[in-house]
């Protein structure tokens, strides 16, 4: 928690490992319902500065899919705001190799970060079974 905060993630993303073309979804809820809830692809925010950040490092500025996000089929967010939480999930459908990597969930409560999580995403190739000869082999498709 940051200085001044009084928020508190509630559910936090976790390291997921997925074989490629499985759906995969990153939870992050605050106790917070005026909070603002935003999704990057790396850990790009350092401290409260999110000028690190470039533009396809965010998936979600809080309002809405960013860059190739939004154009994206896979990706989706879902998000759900009551009396006392706010909800925004990351959703991806049919995970590919390159989605792997850092997804990281930032909290703002007016204009100060107040909590941030990340979480990894491994993504497995998807395995195939060929007959070379007599014998089968696995092949990891790329």
Not at 59 to 86: D, P
Not at 101 to 111: H, K, R, S
Not at 125 to 140: A, E, M, N
């Amino acid at each position: 928690m940051y200085p001044g905060s009084a928020s508190t993630l509630v559910h936090r993303p976790v390291n997921t490992a997925v074989v490629q073309g499985s759906a995969v979804t990153f939870e992050c809820v605050s106790d917070v319902n005026s909070s603002v809830i935003h999704w990057y692809n790396r850990l790009c925010v350092k401290n409260n500065d999110t000028a690190t950040c470039a533009l396809n490092d965010i998936i979600h500025n809080g309002y809405s899919l960013v860059g190739k996000y939004r154009s994206s089929r896979r990706f989706s967010v879902t998000e759900v705001k009551n009396a006392t939480h706010v909800t925004r999930n990351v959703n991806i459908n049919s995970a590919q190799l390159s989605d792997a990597g850092v997804y990281l969930c930032v909290e703002n409560v007016g204009a100060d970060v107040a909590q941030k999580s990340s979480a990894q995403l491994i993504v497995l190739g998807r395995k195939t079974l060929c007959s070379l000869s007599s014998h089968d082999y696995v092949v990891l498709s790329r």
